[in-house]
């Protein structure tokens, strides 16, 4: 007895110890740091190049040399509303210890009211070299310079070299087409007996950026208007029959690098940032290329990622500064070599790079090249309703392709749902639809 | 199984109960060893098939570059606070309410018992835009008191439904004798109905630590800067290669297993079972 | 013979006693209103209006959505699967801890492990043993049972994948319930099961006619909690099924976290504490320890 008394005895004066130098924690909120620079303290809070090995990389390069205190922080990778919390929850109680944002174009639509007008910044960037049309995009539909575009990715596919042989006689692999794509992953699954195609199905997979990015819009050149169209219905049909050789398990991948170093899948697609740990690991092991053409052209999305400053920012001017520095060539060139995201201003490729992110790269480049490229623009003024227009193209896939139900059925249930979203943010149509005046239209 | 000591029948269902117990040993064991074994072996390693079964090929360039990431330490530290804080805490407001659970059938006990739980039915995802922005307002975001706070309310529908339940299997007589010898009521608590309680309070202070320990959304949520171990690990881990993510489960587990073998011991009571 | 001032104590003594018990419960009920009472208003409020009109819309949305039904189903599902699995194990491992055996101290070590695991990494270990080129093909092609990985997450498969998942979590949060029945089981005296043992009562009988009876507390406040985070859980279940199935709180999550429609989540989410309540009332009803049991 005595000695669970002594023992409960230690255990609160030990907690109340603790407790003491907790509560004197509770200043270190906002404490400034260190000798006072030029750029003052910056929380910045981006919500790309989270990963492990990105995070070390920017702290320890691409920060490196920045006049100024940088604090990096990273929300969870598949949490987006972490991130969307934290700006939310800053603006509304109207205190924040955030001053810059890194996130992507879609990301930002659904937090544009709380963002500051970065008009000053985009004169100063354009001079140095950043495309006129990019940095339109960070107007987000209005006429106030909400975001500055600060790297570029996109979606590529990736083989195995072993997948290879299992190639459709005269297909060159630079230049599939989707019935060559479909060929190749039938003769995987007969020749090894397990699907070796794979698609990155899971919850927090991007398979809506496959949908709206690249099959739509190579089936039937458009994403919104041409939704229920005859050729979009076909372009559902192929993937229902590409399903059958698909790896079961897509339904659970999230990043496919992980099944492609297991040796699960041979052959997938998914965005750059989401491979990159196994061109890192095995580059020479492993193939880029561009995805494949439809019947209408070859459709591919980039993704556009940006740096924004919230209202709440305390120290916006050093926010500025830090978006200067992102975007200056040097810093945009180690980017690349660091993490594989493409610059946005323009920049010479070092050849020290390493197999698979050169391989990467001319994957990229041979896909904004095609002749028969069809451009996917991210959507525009779309704001919160971003996410509700991904669940269309999900739901979509899911009911035709998964379970199995009638395309006709399933998008003509969809299309309502999807034109309630157009009406209701008055959203006038986007590459590759051809422009409209008023809230784009379902055919 | 009424049979003499020494029968067969007795040797039997001993010997049952001993395959039981390992069999069910086994099957918990397996996936703990499977992480810790994944945890230091390489990224090569944890990717190839046929998988490694045995720990021949042990690597710490994992755990190593995990261990030195930058803010992984200070991350563990501040775990640690917020758990003590939040036991401390979450026990203090809530034995005695499970004590008045158990003792008293006052008018809305059943009611508290189902609201208390009711708290803890609500999906805390709905709940954090609102209580981020309290925090906020009120200076304690990004810190570890804050994180306590949040925790002690997540945490005290345990105490308060352990407890209760314990101390209802507690004699009233016990206490009762003790105060016609001349105690208070709260001397009689503390030195016959507490210790008989220590199972439960056990009990509550694994499930305490553990909530807290683990917790990870609302820490995610009210963290900046300042992160809690789970905080960081997620944040960390998510896009990352496999070997990453289980040095990162691996390095989450093993505090807890370490709290949760120092506690188990009072999980027994005094009645002649302490375990050594 | 009392005086009127000894009258007048007990008096005072009597209504201190009746107003002890809302004393010792008012720091928790003070904590828990202030810390809940207003998010949950919110919240309440999201799930009910829209734009400022009262309106069930976000209800509606959610019914009529695609994913509703088989939300519902499954949980449901797991829930009346893996609760009474569970509490059968736990039981059944509470007893052998409690029991004179050898080494039980290991043993209690042992099982308690489990809870030292936070849910997503439960999620993980299990994917990846779960996975074609996972732990549990490498044994069993090891073994020779099969010559080929074997496809155990396979979506067309449902009763395979629920099956993955229910062993998931029975390994994952079983520990839970054996530390609540562990720490009840200390309050029954030995010498109840000794005297039946007398009496000529088996193993079985002991356990229906005594530990359980008196387990009942226990029994009811890990029913309680069990149900409602059977109702809440979805790391494991998203690690292992993806978006092959969804649960409510999935579905919760992604309205929250992916469409950004907080109102729709709301809507599950108060789908869910209604599901839970009503639940957990029953529980309560059911098991209901009246006053003599109590005053024992």
Redesign the interface.
């Known amino acids: 007895m005595r000695r669970i008394r002594h023992t409960r005895r230690a255990v609160i004066g030990l907690a109340a110890a603790l407790a003491l130098v907790a509560v004197a924690s509770l200043g270190g909120a906002g404490a400034a740091t260190a000798a006072h620079r030029d750029a003052g303290n910056v929380v910045f809070l981006s919500n790309q190049l989270a990963q492990v090995s990105e995070v070390d990389q920017v702290r320890n390069t691409l920060l490196k040399g920045f006049d100024g205190n940088v604090d990096y922080v990273t929300p969870p990778v598949g949490q987006g509303q972490v991130w969307f919390n934290r700006i939310t929850a800053e603006a509304q109680a109207g205190k924040g210890t955030v001053s810059l944002l890194g996130g992507l174009h879609g990301d930002f639509l659904t937090v544009q009211q709380y963002l500051v007008n970065l008009s000053d910044v985009a004169k100063q960037l354009q001079k140095a070299g950043i495309p006129k049309d990019l940095l339109a995009l960070g107007k987000l539909g209005t006429n106030r310079q909400l975001y500055i575009p600060w790297m570029q990715a996109t979606y590529v596919m990736v083989a195995n070299k072993q997948a290879l042989k299992y190639l459709p006689k005269g297909a060159k692999i630079n230049a599939l087409t989707y019935a060559q794509l479909l060929q190749w992953a039938k003769n995987m699954k007969d020749k090894t007996g397990q699907s070796r195609f794979g698609m990155p199905v899971g919850t927090n997979g991007l398979i809506n950026r496959f949908l709206q990015g690249y099959l739509v819009p190579s089936f039937s050149k458009g994403v919104v208007t041409t939704f229920r169209s005859q050729n979009a219905i076909n372009g559902w049909k192929y993937m229902k029959n590409l399903w059958q050789y698909t790896h079961p398990q897509s339904l659970t991948y999230n990043f496919m690098q992980d099944p492609l170093l297991s040796g699960e899948v041979w052959v997938a697609w998914d965005h750059v940032a989401r491979l990159q740990a196994a061109l890192k690991a095995r580059g020479s092991d492993f193939v880029s290329f561009p995805a494949p053409r439809g019947p209408m052209g070859r459709g591919y999305m980039p993704v556009l990622a940006g740096l924004a400053v919230p209202k709440t920012a305390p120290n916006p001017s050093g926010a500025k500064q830090l978006i200067k520095w992102m975007n200056s060539v040097p810093v945009q060139a180690r980017t690349l070599g660091s993490v594989g995201f493409f610059p946005v201003v323009g920049s010479r490729l070092s050849k020290r790079l390493g197999a698979g992110l050169l391989s990467m790269n001319a994957a990229v480049k041979n896909t904004q090249r095609a002749k028969d490229a069809v451009k996917s623009l991210l959507p525009i003024g779309l704001g919160a309703e971003g996410g509700n227009f991904n669940k269309v193209y999900v739901d979509t896939f899911t009911r035709i392709v998964v379970k199995g139900e009638d395309p006709k059925t399933v998008v003509n249930d969809e299309t309502p749902i999807l034109q309630a979203i157009m009406d209701k943010t008055g959203a006038k149509c986007w590459a590759p639809d051809p422009p409209s005046t008023g809230p784009c239209q379902v055919k | ?2 049979g003499e000591r020494g029968s067969p029948v007795v040797w039997l ?2 010997f049952g ?2 395959a ?2 390992v069999l ?2 086994l ?3 397996a ?2 060893y ?2 810790t074994l ?1 945890a230091f072996s390489s ?2 390693d944890v ?1 190839a ?3 490694e ?1 045995l720990p021949r090929n042990l690597s710490t360039e994992t755990m190593s ?2 261990i030195h ?2 803010g992984v330490l200070d991350a563990l530290q501040r775990s ?3 758990a ?2 939040t ?2 805490l979450s026990l203090a ?2 034995t ?2 499970g ?8 008018r809305g ?2 009611t ?12 805390i ?10 925090f ?2 009120w ?7 804050g994180v ?3 925790h ?2 997540l945490a ?3 105490v ?3 407890t ?3 101390f ?6 016990l206490e009762e004798a003790a105060m016609t010898l001349g105690c208070s009521r709260l001397k009689a608590f503390v030195k016959v109905a507490l ?2 309680a ?3 309070l ?2 509550s202070a ?2 305490v630590f ?1 909530v807290s320990w ?1 917790e ?1 959304f609302a820490a ?2 009210l963290t ?3 992160r809690t171990l ?1 905080a960081e690990v ?9 070997n ?3 040095a ?2 691996f390095f ?2 093993a505090p ?2 370490i ?3 120092i506690i ?8 002649g079972r302490v ?2 | 013979m009392t005086t009127v001032a000894q009258e007048v104590s007990v008096e005072r003594r009597r209504r201190q006693w009746e107003v002890l018990p809302y004393g010792l419960v008012l720091p928790t009920v003070a904590y828990l209103a202030l810390f809940f009472a207003w998010p949950m208003e919110q919240a309440f409020k999201l799930a009910f209006r829209d734009g400022g009109a009262w309106t069930i819309e976000p209800f509606r949305t959610m019914v009529n959505d695609a994913n509703f039904k088989d939300a519902f189903k499954f949980t449901m599902l797991l829930v009346v699967v893996i609760v009474p699995l569970q509490f059968v194990l736990a039981l059944g491992m509470a007893l052998l801890i409690n029991s004179k055996l050898h080494g039980r101290g290991v043993f209690l070590a042992i099982f308690i492990m489990p809870l030292a695991i936070s849910d997503l990494a439960a999620g993980l270990v299990w994917q990846s043993i779960l996975t074609e080129r996972g732990y549990l093909n490498t044994v069993l092609e090891h073994l020779g049972l099969i010559d080929q990985p074997y496809i155990w997450l396979d979506p067309t498969k449902p009763n395979q994948l629920l099956f993955a998942v229910v062993v998931a979590e029975l390994w994952r949060s079983t520990a839970f319930v054996m530390v609540i029945f562990l720490a009840g089981l200390q309050g029954i005296p030995h010498e109840y099961g000794e005297a039946a043992e007398v009496f000529g009562a088996g193993f079985f009988q002991r356990v229906r006619r005594i530990t359980l009876p008196m387990l009942k507390p226990s029994i009811q406040v890990a029913l309680l909690f069990r149900i409602i985070f059977a109702f809440e859980a979805f790391a494991v279940v998203l690690a292992i099924t993806g978006r092959a199935k969804t649960t409510l709180a999935t579905e919760a999550w992604k309205w929250q976290a992916e469409y950004f429609d907080s109102h729709v989540a709301a809507a599950y989410s108060a789908l869910i504490l209604v599901l839970s309540l009503v639940s957990a009332g029953l529980v309560v009803f059911l098991l209901r320890t009246p006053k003599e049991q109590m005053a024992r």
Do not use: C
């Open positions: 199984m009424s269902s001993r109960m001993y039981t117990a069910v040993s099957f918990v064991l996936p703990i499977l992480m994944a990224q090569e990717y098939y046929p998988k079964l570059f995990f990431f930058g640690v606070v917020v003590l804080i036991l401390v407001i809530g005695p309410a004590y008045a659970l158990a003792r008293f059938a006052f006990a059943d508290l018992r189902l609201s208390v739980v009711a708290t803890r039915a609500f999906p995802v709905i709940l954090s835009i609102p209580l981020a922005v309290i906020i307002s200076g304690i975001d990004d810190t570890a008191f306590s706070i949040a002690t309310a005290l529908p345990f308060v439904l352990t209760s339940s314990v209802a299997g507690v004699s009233p007589e210790p008989l220590l199972p439960g056990a009990a694994i499930f553990i683990n990870v995610s949520l900046l800067r300042h789970p997620l944040s960390l881990l998510e896009g990352a290669p496999v990453f993510r289980f990162g489960g989450l587990m807890s297993v709290v949760i073998l188990r011991r009072y999980l027994f009571t005094m009645w375990l050594k």
